[in-house]
Nanobody
């Protein structure tokens, strides 16, 4: 079973930066896709950014050019660098891991979430 521990959430002013970290309990080289989701009050959880073991990345349009997802395989950690933060980025940010456990079965793990609040 994979465990994910997020850190780095904080209160920041608009235009500021934060870096979120997600540390995995196993080698992230064995995790096919890692991602960051977020959920704002009253809204559905949405995919913010993802990265694969081949370093393919995806960003939702609203953060492209401001956020960067990266991975450090030596630390089994995935990061989300967030620059130019806006009040609408305020949400609980969750780390996500999708790991193939057999030819047709994938295991999904979520972290506990970290709060990001951007003041105007």
């Amino acid at each position: 079973q994979v465990r994910l521990v997020e850190s780095g959430g904080a209160l920041v002013q608009a235009g500021g930066s934060l870096r979120l970290s997600c540390a995995a309990s196993i080698s992230i080289l064995s995790i096919n896709t890692m991602a960051w989701y977020r959920q704002a009050p009253g809204k559905e959880r949405e995919l913010v950014a993802s990265i694969t073991t081949g370093d393919s990345t995806y960003y939702v349009d609203s953060v492209r050019g401001r956020f960067t997802i990266s991975r450090d395989n030596t630390k089994d950690t995935v990061y989300l660098q967030m620059n130019g933060l806006k009040p609408e980025d305020t949400a609980v940010y969750y780390c996500y891991a999708k790991r193939q456990t057999s030819q047709t079965v994938y295991s999904i793990t979520w972290g506990q979430g970290t709060q990001v609040t951007v003041s105007s």
